[in-house]
T-cell receptor
Framework: GESVGLHLPTLSVQEGDNSIINCAYS??????FIWYKQESGKGPQFIID?????DKRQGQRVTVLLNKTVKHLSLQIAATQPGDSAVYFC????????????FGQGTELSVKP | EAQVTQNPRYLITVTGKKLTVTCSQN?????MSWYRQDPGLGLRQIYY???????DKGDVPEGYKVSRKEKRNFPLILESPSPNQTSLYFC???????????FGDGTRLSIL
């Protein structure tokens, strides 16, 4: 049978509210960070990225904040919609290690209509 | 449409029977990579390739082989699959430099 894995952290929000998903990264030398969204049965989908020389970047309804002092990354989703329900992963990358991505465990976002 | 295509999407097979999962990208990306995704362990890199004929091990390469004879293709080979290789596999690609990787939709392998 299937192995039982750890349950992902879950964030439940009301439709229309703002969502904040947090991520702690591991390597202070990481120079590039990406947020991915993964829906059931699909591969990770790129949302937004940020380089280490920035502390904030905005996209359409999404904002990524980077705090290098405490090695923390957050993803803010404005006016969350049911279609935003998915698992969200942060990933850090070290260019001098071939740009390998190291993924966080993920957070499951559930949007209640 | 720019995409990473994996085949098959699903496969159930038996221990020891060699299998290949194909991956193809149409974006002319130099970098390609394979990951496996397991509950509680997240996405872990198996192998990656910086360009044609250049491949290197990721974090969990044991039991896998890859090849990169052409820029667009990066097949994952399991010479003698075992049950602990039952997993969800993703291929990804990106251009040179700090750019996001684009992922395929995954291949679910079950090794009995």
């Amino acid at each position: 049978g299937e192995s039982v894995g750890l349950h992902l952290p879950t964030l439940s929000v009301q439709e229309g509210d703002n969502s904040i998903i947090n991520c702690a990264y591991s390597n202070s030398a990481s120079d590039y960070f990406i947020w991915y969204k993964q829906e059931s049965g699909k591969g990770p989908q790129f949302i937004i990225d940020i380089r280490s020389n920035m502390d904030k970047r905005q996209g359409q309804r999404v904002t990524v904040l980077l705090n290098k002092t405490v090695k923390h990354l957050s993803l803010q989703i404005a006016a969350t919609q049911p279609g935003d329900s998915a698992v969200y992963f942060c990933a850090e990358s070290l260019y001098n290690q071939g740009g390998k991505l190291i993924f966080g465990q993920g957070t499951e976002l559930s949007v209640k209509p | 449409e720019a995409q990473v295509t994996q085949n098959p999407r699903y496969l159930i097979t038996v221990t020891g029977k060699k299998l290949t999962v194909t991956c193809s990208q149409n974006m002319n990306h130099e970098y390609m990579s394979w990951y496996r995704q397991d509950p509680g362990l997240g996405l872990r890199q198996i192998y990656y390739s910086m360009n044609v004929e250049v491949t290197d091990k990721g974090d969990v390469p044991e039991g896998y082989k890859v090849s990169r004879k052409e820029k667009r293709n990066f097949p994952l080979i399991l010479e003698s699959p075992s049950p602990n290789q039952t997993s969800l596999y993703f291929c990804a690609s990106r251009p040179v430099g700090n750019q996001p990787q684009h992922f395929g939709d995954g291949t679910r392998l079950s090794i009995l």
